[in-house]
């Protein structure tokens, strides 16, 4: 049975439990060549929120979200389309397990999400959603999109597939 949390202590067995489902959820050549030093800084970032997925006592899948305009100045030269909006987080990454997709677990990670950002009066999210996992479908389907716009080939999918920028709100 998944169990979804909000993360709110950051220590090293977080950051080595990110990176290694990182590393096997995503084709070799996608992963960051920084890995370590990229999610620890989105972890300790105070501002973000981070949710895990555990089965049992394992760790097989997060959920990373930060305020919408820090990832807009990140982004801006590989979407310079991308406008800064207040009151709205963005989800800089998702990944589980390949042993544990289709059981449910994303959605408990997204609803774990937004119950966290509902206490802070924040109504709405972006992200750039993969489509050929679907991942793109499951938020249309999921939340009120208000935006999709799509990138054919994104940096960050070794321009191999298409993205859906979304945003999207939720009550």
């Known amino acids: 049975m998944f ?3 909000i993360v709110n202590t950051v220590d090293e067995n977080l950051i080595k439990d990110i990176v290694r489902i990182d590393r096997d959820s995503f084709p070799q050549g996608w992963a960051f060549s920084d890995a370590k030093e990229y999610f620890a800084e ?13 089965n049992d006592k394992i760790t097989v899948g997060y959920l990373l ?3 919408h305009n820090d990832a807009k100045r990140d982004l801006e030269e590989d979407d310079p389309v991308m406008q800064e909006g207040d009151s709205r987080y963005y989800i800089e990454s998702v990944a589980i397990l390949p042993a544990y997709r289709g059981k449910g677990g994303l959605a408990k990670m997204l609803d774990t999400l937004l119950e966290e950002l509902r206490k802070k009066a924040i109504y709405r999210l972006s ?3 993969r489509v050929l996992n679907k991942f793109s479908d499951f938020i249309q389907k999921k939340m009120k ?18 993205t859906d920028y979304i945003e999207a709100t939720y009550k």
């Open 127 to 129: 992200m750039h959603a």
């Open 42 to 54: 989105i972890l300790k970032n105070e501002s973000s929120v981070r949710v895990i997925l555990k």
């Open 3 to 5: 169990k979804a949390k």
């Open 145 to 162: 999109a208000t935006q999709i716009r799509r990138i054919e080939k994104w940096k960050y999918y070794n321009y191999e597939e298409p």
């Open 65 to 67: 979200a930060v305020p």
